[in-house]
């Protein structure tokens, strides 16, 4: 009755406390309705409601239409929709009325099962609970409210939540720390337990980091947690709501639900504003806060830039040249570097791959290993790293890192990623020149084997967080060991998404297209470096080797779209089995990407100037990188680079010269991770004096 009262008091202050029933009867779309449900930009100036932007909601649960009495079968919401069950009454919780919600009793193991979430380390990047908690009588008491996946092995808890006298809300994830699984939480004491009050707890990841926001307010607003990443979990890793176990606290819920993609800072205050008037506890959010006066509105931050596949397009674009021409200018100079900047390096002066599934201290790394796609290494398992002898041999020495196959009781291949396996780390946006300097080892005569290693080839970004999302594919050299001149060049894929067929996207895979596949006058197999290139112009798309071209193509929008590198050594057994006895290895000496120098003079709202390096550029001094913006954000990552090598990237503006950078070019790139499509801006380069 309290609430009833309190939400009353707010309706006659803002007219809005209480949600519409229009909107009630709305989140109860059955799933097939909510996948006929586009991102309608056209929402834009309405009030903002979680529904017009179906495609975030994976899987969720509300209390709307559940009848009274015990509750067997909780029916899902979302493009996913998992029902819950419990099929044993003395476990099962129950529902009374609205003010009720979906309620568990203290100490009475009801909860209600949804399996397992093969894909929730990438599709449930937020959560959004509405619940009651009735009071503790001392810290001691505590009660568990949902798991997903629960494990206590690293992938497990995605997250867990649960609450307790001593910590309030409490959350966390099981991921991999340096020495084995550890858990990674955040908590929070802003929840008013007392059973009577309706809570907004929203919890989400975004750009390696763990946030944890109770009625509006953060506390902490993040973890230390830089670089969550974390392995898939195990199968029989089972998700649940309420406590198996039997906490001593009872509750009830509202809403659950699951989102996708990285929440940016208005979403994220948006869907807080939302839930506020579903509930009725506007009172409960800061004075400051930025949706209690006035409801949240669609405007343009809702709906992010999205690729969307074109059959027309692609085929034009693709047969502009007519594959019988591609290979017109074999053999000639590949156009001039003149207009591109260096924006990366890797020369291998130190050993840069770091593990992709961790869930700490990569922030340090360049490359990710082995990634998440285990099919890449065809008939040979990818490796993770060891710390001993193992796939990935950097050489200090010679300055290369080493991708190798070998076998030890199963063939077992390598791969190196530029992001990690949630997505952070390195991508390019708009083309560029990309470089690989390899060398395969000397076979004399056909190999005859399966050996397939491969180079500059890439995803597009958007496929990790927007799991609907088609995954472009763009491989810019394969080469085969069963003939030691043939190559495979500029071959292209779209996969459908993760999730296929919804929203409007791909329900399958299109055939795919390729720049050429031909035996050429090259030894692949001759011991030699030799320097492979895939340049990406806005209108050519051009392949090259020690700078002579192979093939061109007129430019697929695809190739334009933000994409992150992977290089790798797999096998086809079909094609023979190499000898077991050895490793056969593929050496990388360096590779880079140059960037035409306009595209790092621009910038783009909410940026209203390119960034500045301020501070004296003397070895042992410390550099600021800062930018004007004309929206608050607060998210802000770093990427520093010197003459184009990565020094490492986090949320902290200052940078240290060291000895190594001495005449070196300085840059710095901010990325604003809080901002809608996590646009990207570069500062001037600045060359560094000694000491």
């Known amino acids: 009755m309290l609430n009833k009262i309190r939400c009353l008091v707010e309706y006659f202050k803002w007219i809005l406390c209480v949600v519409p029933s229009a909107f009630t009867a709305a989140l109860l779309l059955s799933s097939s309705a909510v996948e006929a449900q586009a991102t309608d930009p056209e929402a834009e100036g309405n009030l903002f ?27 899902a919401t979302g493009f996913n929709p998992i029902d819950a069950v419990q099929d044993d009454p003395k476990k099962q919780p129950t529902y009374g009325n609205t003010d009720s919600g979906i309620s568990f009793a203290a100490g009475s193991r009801q909860h209600l099962n949804f399996g397992h979430v093969d894909d929730a380390l990438k599709s449930y990047r937020w959560m959004l609970l509405l619940l009651k908690v009735e009071p503790p009588n001392s810290a001691e008491d505590r009660v568990t409210l949902l798991s997903v996946n629960e494990d206590e092995l690293a992938g497990g808890r995605v997250p867990r939540v649960e609450y307790s006298g001593k ?19 955040l908590s929070n004491h802003g929840l008013i337990a007392d059973g009577e009050t309706w809570n907004i707890v929203l919890v989400y990841r975004r750009h390696g980091r763990l946030f944890l926001s109770v009625n509006g307010q953060s506390d902490p607003e993040v973890s230390d947690t830089l670089t969550f990443s974390a392995p898939s979990s195990r199968k ?19 809403a659950i639900i699951f989102g996708q993609t990285e929440l940016s800072e208005a979403l994220a205050d948006k869907i807080v504003g939302w839930a506020a008037r579903r509930i009725g506890s506007l009172y409960l959010l800061p004075e400051e806060f930025a949706y209690r006066s006035e409801p949240p509105m669609h405007d343009e931050r809702d709906f992010p830039a999205r ?57 340090g790394g360049i490359w990710f290993a082995p990634g998440w796609n285990g099919g890449v290494g ?3 398992q990818l490796e993770n790293l060891k710390r001993g002898a193992d796939l990935y041999t950097h050489d200090p020495d010679s300055s290369t890192l080493t991708l190798s196959i070998g076998f030890d009781k199963q063939w077992k291949g390598s791969a190196i990623y530029s992001v990690n396996d949630v ?58 060991g069963n003939d030691d001149q043939w190559i495979n060049g500029g071959s292209a894929h779209v996969h459908a998404g993760e999730y296929p067929g919804k929203f409007g996207h791909l329900e399958k895979d299109i055939a795919h297209e390729k720049m050429f596949a031909a035996r050429l006058d090259i030894d692949i197999w001759d011991g030699k470096f030799h320097l492979w290139e895939l340049r990406i112009e806005p209108d050519f798309t051009y392949l090259g080797v020690d700078g002579t071209e192979l093939a061109r193509v007129a430019t697929p929008r695809e190739f334009l779209e933000r994409v992150y590198m992977i290089a790798d050594y797999a096998l086809r057994l079909k ?28 910038f783009t709202k909410p940026f209203s100037a390119r960034p500045t390096i ?24 770093y990427y520093w680079y010197s003459d184009g090598y990565p020094r490492g990237f986090s949320p902290d503006p200052k940078y240290e010269i060291t000895q190594s950078d001495s005449g070196s070019e300085v840059r710095c790139m901010m990325k604003l991770v809080g901002a809608v499509n996590q646009p990207e801006a570069w500062s001037d380069k600045l060359r560094v004096g000694g000491a």
């Open 49 to 75: 409601n979680l529904l017009d932007v179906p495609e975030l909601l994976v899987n969720g649960y509300t209390q709307d239409d559940t009848p009274e009495g015990p509750v067997r079968n909780l029916g």
């Open 167 to 185: 910590s309030g809300i409490s959350v966390s994830w099981r991921g991999q720390g340096p020495s084995g699984s550890r858990t990674y939480s």
């Open 236 to 254: 029989d890793a089972k998700s649940f709501i309420g406590d198996p176990q039997g906490g001593s606290l009872g509750w009830s819920f509202d």
């Open 307 to 363: 690729y969307s596949h074109d059959e027309q397009l692609w085929s034009d674009s693709w047969y502009s040249i007519p594959e019988n021409s591609r290979m017109e200018h074999l053999g000639k100079p590949l156009p001039s570097d003149e207009g591109y900047v260096r924006v990366f390096l890797d020369d291998f002066r130190e050993n840069s791959v770091s593990r992709s599934d961790a869930s700490e201290g990569g922030q």
């Open 378 to 380: 065809k008939d040979a």
């Open 423 to 480: 997505g952070q780390g390195r991508s390019w946006e708009g083309g560029g020149i990309f470089r690989a300097r390899v060398k395969l080892p000397e076979i004399d005569g056909n190999p005859g084997v399966g050996f397939f290693p491969a180079i500059l080839w890439f995803y597009n970004l958007e496929h990790l967080f927007w799991r609907t999302s088609e995954r472009i594919e763009i491989d810019g050299f394969e080469f085969e």
């Open 575 to 602: 094609h023979g089995e190499p000898d077991q006895n050895v490793r056969h290895d593929m050496v990388l000496d360096y590779i880079e990407v140059l960037q035409r120098e306009e595209k790092l003079e621009g």
């Open 614 to 637: 301020v501070g004296e550029a003397l070895v042992g001094k410390t550099l600021h990188c800062a930018a004007d913006l004309e929206t608050d954000i607060k998210d802000i990552w």
